[in-house]
Nanobody, 120 residues
Framework: QVQLVESGGGLVQAGGSLSLSCAAS????????MGWYRQAPGKQRELVAL???????NYADSVKGRFTISRDNAKNTVSLQMNSLKPEDTAVYYC??????????????WGQGTQVTVSS
């Protein structure tokens, strides 16, 4: 079993910054892609940013230039630095990882979500 635990988030004024972190644990052999998604009230979950095991990144157009995703492969963690936050960034943010388990099973794991609220 694989667990993802997020930390960070909270309430910030527009223009401010927040940092999210996510730690993976369990029967992990290796982790391929890690990423962050978000879901605002009444909207579908959407991709925010992805990072491959070799560090290649991909961002949603709405966050390019403001958010930075990074990972520590030794610690099985992924982080999201969010700058110049806007009210429309308000959402529950979810960590996601594609994991090869020690039983040679490929699985997608999700965190429980952390709330980010940006006030205007």
């Amino acid at each position: 079993q694989v667990q993802l635990v997020e930390s960070g988030g909270g309430l910030v004024q527009a223009g401010g910054s927040l940092s999210l972190s996510c730690a993976a644990s369990g029967t992990i052999f290796s982790i391929n892609t890690m990423g962050w998604y978000r879901q605002a009230p009444g909207k579908q979950r959407e991709l925010v940013a992805l990072i491959s095991s070799n560090g290649n990144t991909n961002y949603a157009d709405s966050v390019k230039g403001r958010f930075t995703i990074s990972r520590d492969n030794a610690k099985n963690t992924v982080s999201l630095q969010m700058n110049s936050l806007k009210p429309e960034d308000t959402a529950v943010y979810y960590c996601n990882a594609n994991v090869w388990t020690t039983n040679w099973v490929s699985t997608w794991a999700w965190g429980q979500g952390t709330q980010v609220t940006v006030s205007s």
